[in-house]
């Protein structure tokens, strides 16, 4: 059997090291990784045509908010130009092609708690520049689902998603690699931002496994969430972690880690996904644990 030409854009990312191997193992991807810088038009116009994908899979992203904060403009520049780069040459190109571009939970904003679990029809109300970014991308994907003859275009809105590699900005890492410190030093507590708002987590190997789904199942022009379902606390994930380290160490909140227009409470309806043979497959106490454990031999503890 011939397999599908796939272009994975951002595979050197925390995601894209868990989605690679998955797309190996599926056995019926030829993948190549997007080289160079994504704000680049002809660069990603080359690209295009030199492989002509029948796959592509949209990962590449700034997607840290404080720097998206700090500097909206280049987290547009990547953001968006760089998803319409890679609309335009894709539609340019005449090949038929399946574009699916990861957008992220963050566009749904500050919603009404009567309307949670968030679906995909409700109104996105973005509350960051990153997330504002995300949804101009999206707005740009639905354009060309709509009128390009040779490109289908699906998107994914992925809830937090955590495991072993996540980089130490993110809040999970970062409570462990706090956690282990404090505990080696002796110290009686770590700094935390603001513990009440909810989210809804997932282990990365649970999103990646609906990135598959959405590239073999997903209908064009359509909006998928990908979320466990659940709503946990930012309060009980410092918990559980305090007890996996089997110490007594307390968390102190500081100013400069509470996040100004924070949502409160989050977490999604993944029904949609579920439809198309989706499910999720890890809880957040074997994931926790998991990266617990990772992070303390890595840092030698």
């Not at 904003?109 to 029809?121: A, H, V, Y």
């Not at 789904?213 to 994930?237: A, D, F, H, V």
């Amino acid at each position: 059997m011939k397999k599908k030409q796939t272009l994975v854009t951002g595979a050197n990312g925390f995601v894209g090291n868990y989605l690679i191997p998955a797309l190996e193992g599926a056995g019926i991807y030829e993948i190549h990784s997007f080289s160079g810088d994504i704000r680049d038009k002809e660069n990603v116009q080359k690209q295009i045509q030199s492989i002509a994908p029948d796959t592509v899979i949209h990962l590449a992203a700034q997607a840290f908010v404080p720097i998206a904060v700090a500097d909206p403009w280049e987290t547009e520049e990547i953001n968006v130009r760089g998803t319409l780069n890679l609309l335009e040459s894709l539609h340019r190109s005449g090949h038929i092609s399946k574009l699916l571009y990861v957008s992220s939970a963050d566009v749904y904003g500050k919603q009404f708690e009567s309307d949670l679990p968030l679906s995909e029809k409700l109104l996105p109300k973005p509350v960051n520049p990153y997330a504002g970014s995300k949804l101009a991308a999206e707005s740009y994907c639905r354009q060309y689902a709509h009128y390009s003859p040779n490109l289908s275009v699906v998107i994914a809105r992925p809830f937090n998603h955590i495991g072993v590699g996540q980089r130490r900005e993110f809040v999970i890492p970062n409570f462990c690699a706090q956690i282990l410190e404090a505990k080696s030093k002796g110290e009686v507590s770590i700094s935390v931002g603001d513990l009440n708002p909810t989210r809804d987590f997932s282990n990365v190997k649970d999103i990646v496994s609906g990135y598959l789904t959405l590239i073999e199942k997903g209908e064009s022009g359509e909006i998928y969430n990908i979320c466990s379902g659940e709503e946990t606390s930012i309060r009980s994930m410092v918990e559980k972690l305090i007890q996996i380290s089997d110490s007594k160490i307390g968390f102190t909140v500081h100013p400069d880690r509470v996040r100004s227009s924070e949502t409160s409470r989050v977490y999604g309806d993944n029904s949609k996904l579920k439809a198309l043979g989706w499910k999720n497959s890890f809880t957040v106490d074997e994931t926790l644990f998991e990266i617990y454990s990772h992070l303390k031999t890595e840092m030698g503890f």
